[in-house]
């Protein structure tokens, strides 16, 4: 069953075993696993509930309708873009579908540094292998990569590094290029298409525009109150609340924190919202004389991982492919006035790629604003800077290699070359204080931490918050350290493992 506000017309009050607030990667896993397993699970939803029939490929009716604060979601001083989904299916319902398990290092320093117990790469194979058999994810063909990702492929081979195709989750993909926009044809196996509906087959209710505002823990229950938001005018038109024994956190690595700071739960270690990662992005854009078009065909599908933790420090980067819708170009762009509208005019012939870096000394905080909403801080470390600075090169030098004529950075300072030597020097001169670089991300992650050391956290591993018997935080919230890669594999394998965990632990009958 999906309910929206539409069907609603006075306060709500309900019971189930498991109340999960957010349907993306972590809620969307969980309410399939518990409710297959038997459970009555009611997933809560802050965004609406859209279909194939509602994705008209449109920048104007996805950043309304699927994304959070219509895409314009940054931190407190604006220096990074944070994009997140708000609707049914969360993020996955705009996410690019790049599909990777963890890297071994990384569940290897959780184990190590945070005493994490039954994440290794051993332990998580099975879950591993259960999505990427549920999602299809599997490689694209050599023909199917489009201009944009060939840029990727064609330039770093012909440099000597690592570049292939990196994992889709995808079934008969139309290449209509609108990943993140919706998927029209439900080619893309998100997590609206494939858990969320598994789940109410396994009679799940899903309430759609129903957005959390608070927890309390009342005996062996918790109840969660919020309000039902007005899919016209967007504000609250009456409330509910949610009683049951477990309740799952999953709104996100920006959005649990904060309604656990509202809720005043599970932050005896003082962590909560802390140690936020953000794999921190920044675009390279090559000019060529042939059409690239960004926005067309299958948006990404290949990847450079030659710069990945390469020193043996954790760190490091990776280059992707970006699609570039035409608003989001018009944002990015570098400059203003006639060389902005100079570069707008050859948008079709625009390769662009991202540097995606792991972050080693870079962090951030979730914390509340004076609305009770998330304020975001991030403070960008200098050996991550020196990452992203040789990762733009590198980018740089890959799409010279493919041919790119002229090649720029987004800094707000004219940063762009002829040459690979003169991008070098142009990068090295180039300002890199706080919105001197267009910054985005859109995998934050990290701000509950887990570890079997509670002072240090806020879950154990089984996403089970230190304090509070029954109370999860199953999302991207919980990883320990930065992860390097594309997260939705990681996270939809943590969660279908940590809600079996549930249904055999916490609310065996
Ligand atoms: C544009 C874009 C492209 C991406 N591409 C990729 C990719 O190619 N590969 C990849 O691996 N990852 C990708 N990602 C990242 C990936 O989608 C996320 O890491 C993943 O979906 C996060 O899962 P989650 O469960 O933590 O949160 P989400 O999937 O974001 O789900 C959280 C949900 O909680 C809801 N919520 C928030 N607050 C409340 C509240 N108070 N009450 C009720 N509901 C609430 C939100 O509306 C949202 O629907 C992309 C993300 C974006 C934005
Ligand atoms: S590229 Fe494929 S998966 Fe993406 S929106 Fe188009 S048809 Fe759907």
């Known amino acids: 069953m999906i309910v929206q506000s539409k069907d609603i017309t006075k306060p709500v009050r309900e019971s189930a075993d498991v109340c999960i607030i957010g349907s993306g990667c972590g809620g969307g896993a969980s309410a399939k696993v518990l409710a297959e397993a038997g459970k009555k699970v009611i997933v809560i939803e802050e965004g609406g509930y859209f279909t194939s029939g509602d994705f008209d490929m449109t920048e104007q009716t996805a950043y ?17 873009t944070v994009l997140q989904g708000k609707c049914v299916g969360g993020s996955s319902t705009v996410a690019w579908t790049t ?4 890297p071994d290092f990384v569940l290897a320093k959780w184990k190590k540094d945070f005493g994490v117990n039954g994440l290794s790469s051993k332990e998580l194979e099975p879950y591993f292998e259960r999505v990427e058999k549920y999602l299809n994810i599997h490689l694209e063909p050599e023909e199917n990569h489009n201009p944009n990702n060939r840029i990727i492929l064609d330039g770093a081979r012909k440099l000597g ?7 889709r989750n995808t079934k008969d993909c139309q290449k209509a290029g609108a990943c993140g926009l919706g998927c029209p044809f439900d080619a893309k196996l998100s997590v609206n298409v494939t858990y969320v509906p598994d789940a109410v087959k396994a009679g799940a209710a899903i309430f759609a525009n129903f957005r959390a505002s608070r927890i309390a823990i009342n005996g062996s229950l918790k109840q969660v109150f919020g309000h039902v938001i ?8 009456t409330n509910f609340v949610i009683e049951a024994p477990v309740v799952i956190v999953a709104a996100s690595a920006i959005h649990s924190p904060a309604l656990l700071l509202r809720s005043g739960l599970a932050n005896s270690s003082g962590e909560v919202g802390k140690h936020l990662t953000f794999h921190l992005t920044s675009a390279v854009l090559g000019l060529y004389d042939r059409i690239i078009y960004p926005a ?3 948006p990404q599908s290949a990847m450079c991982d030659e710069f990945l933790n390469k020193n043996g420090d954790g760190g490091g980067f990776w280059i992707e492919a970006v699609p570039v819708y035409p608003t989001l170009a018009s944002l990015a762009l570098p400059g ?3 060389r902005h509208r100079e570069l707008m005019r050859q948008y079709a012939h625009i390769g662009a790629s991202i540097v995606l870096v792991k972050e080693i000394d870079s962090e951030g905080e979730v914390g509340l604003n004076e609305y009770g909403r998330p304020s975001i801080s991030y403070a960008f470390g200098e050996r991550d800077r020196e990452y992203m600075k040789q990762g733009l090169k590198i980018a740089a030098e890959i799409h010279f290699a493919a041919g790119a004529k002229r090649v720029m950075t987004l800094h ?4 762009e070359s ?3 030597q003169g991008m070098n020097e142009a990068l090295d001169q180039a300002p890199w204080g706080t919105n001197e670089i267009a910054l985005y991300s859109a995998h934050p992650l990290g701000t509950c931490r887990m570890s079997e050391h509670a002072v240090r956290s806020v879950v154990d591993s089984h996403c089970e918050t230190h304090d509070e018997n029954g109370l999860f935080v199953i999302d991207g919230s919980v990883t320990p350290t930065s992860l390097g890669v594309n997260p939705q594999v990681t996270i939809l394998a943590i969660a279908e493992k940590s809600a079996e965990w549930i249904a055999e632990n916490r609310l065996k009958k």
């Open 64 to 80: 309304q309708n699927l994304y959070q604060q219509r895409a314009g979601q940054a931190t407190d001083d604006l220096a990074v």
């Open 99 to 102: 599909s990777l398990r963890t």
């Open 161 to 167: 590094y690592k570049a292939h195709a990196s994992g």
């Open 230 to 237: 007005d899919q016209e005018t967007h504000k609250a038109k």
């Open 296 to 298: 067309g065909g299958v």
């Open 336 to 338: 203003f006035g006639n």
């Open 412 to 415: 707000s300072h004219k940063t």
């Open 418 to 420: 002829t040459s690979p």
